[in-house]
């Protein structure tokens, strides 16, 4: 076994003996992460609101297909920020994380 795998197991092993996390919705860290959510979506929207218009209007394959590029990596990048909350919970065996 290399020392990742090492690593690995003994988080593992030790995440069995970690109380159930319980992060408030009040938190500061809840609030940053809610005005991080807020400014990512609404910029995620206008972006892809941008890049639909700009492949709607445009003949050229090129500009075309870097539409298709930025509207799939906001796609991704929205679900990033708004799965982030559950993953974090079923990572850690919270009971909640931020009001999720």
């Known amino acids: 076994m290399n020392k990742t795998q090492v690593l690995a197991l003994l988080v593992l092993a030790f995440t069995g003996f970690a109380q ?8 500061p860290v809840c609030r940053l992460y809610g005005l991080l959510q807020l400014f990512a979506t609404v910029g995620g929207v206008l972006v892809a609101a941008y890049s639909g218009f700009q492949l709607a209007t445009t003949h050229d394959p090129t500009e075309r297909g ?34 999720w």
């Open 66 to 99: 870097n539409s298709k590029v930025l509207i799939s990596g906001v796609v991704i990048g929205l679900i990033i920020v708004w799965i982030a909350p559950m993953l974090v919970k079923s990572l850690v065996g919270a009971t909640s994380v931020c009001g």
């Open 20 to 27: 159930a996390l319980d992060i408030p919705a009040d938190q």
